[in-house]
């Protein structure tokens, strides 16, 4: 009896810490969402006006930002990139509040936009480096972003997966 | 609210697998996307034929008594001169100065570096072998950063060798500088005429800063042979 009791309490305990990771990874990911919105929305912003982003000495905004490779279909890809943003972030939020079927499927949303969006980040980044010799710091920073996301939502889809 | 025991684990791990999978085709889509875009919209390589028709005295393109006159001032390192030059300007040559409705002139504003300047000696050594413009369109296509070694005189002859000029010749006016006080005189006419950004294109006098797209310079071109 007793010893089931205590089985029940620590359950209980590693289930309450599971939890708090849980929660903590989430927290994780609406903030560098948040970051990843402010740092594409710069670019979506400049990039929509016809300017370049200011790179402070730092790399060759100009070069990258004004290259065919900057747009998708006429659209700049800073602006594919707030909107993967926005939607994390608004998954995040739905992740944050839901709990059970509904939190872990707003986790795959998230996965799926971090994944697609790390894959094209990485691959722009091979365009900056090797095909246009020329890189934009905020680029990058987005590309760290969104590769550390994609690290976090994995992170938090496993643990669901595995609790099932 | 549903429960956490609504999925199995299994069906989770099928669900997880489907969205990697996702998520990797869209971004798989976006990159091939992306790749046709950007090879798919280079301006198409110089045949020598783009021009073909049209009168064309060095840098001045067009009928000497065309009714409207327009100007541009560019910079071969400036990426906005080369957005317009694959835009607005090929419309512009097709639609009024083919049909001698308009002349277009070539000035140099070389404000980004060296390489701006002898790119700029580059276009009027061209110019002296009666390829100004095709030796243009090939430094467009060919910028990549800013002096960054790239618009090299060794680059700049092989490129005029490219378009069938006497490279020897090519060659020796770059060494000789012989169109660098000429270039120097442009820069310093466009400063007088109030220029201090690429491109800057004047119609009749009325001076349009930026690479606009074509509507905006149509207005412009349009109002003046209405008058």
Redesign the interface.
Known sequence: MITSIRQGATLERSQVEAQRQSRLLVLALGLLSILGIGLAGYMSYTDLLGSVPVCGGVGDCETVHTSAYAYLATVPVAVFGLLSYMGITALALVRWRAKGTLGYLASLGILVLASSGTLFSAYLTYVEFFVIDAVCPWCVASAVTITVSLALAATDVAAQTRRG | ??????????Q??R??LG??L???????V??A??AY???A??PPVVDGTSYAGIPAQRNVLGTPDAKVEIVIYNDFQC??CG?LHAEAEAQIIDQYVRPGKARLEIRQYPTYGEESVRAAEAAQAAADQGKYWEYRDLLFQNR???N?GNFSDENLVRWAGELGLDQVIFANSLATGNHRAEVEGELQEAERLGVSSVPTVFIDGQKVE??QPFAVYQQIIEEELAK
């Open positions: 609210m549903t429960s956490e025991t609504d999925l199995t684990r299994s989770r791990g669900l997880t969205a990697v996702l998520g990797i085709l869209l971004g798989v976006m990159i996307a992306n875009g950007a090879t919209g280079r990426v906005y957005k990549q950063g800013v960054k930026g690479a």
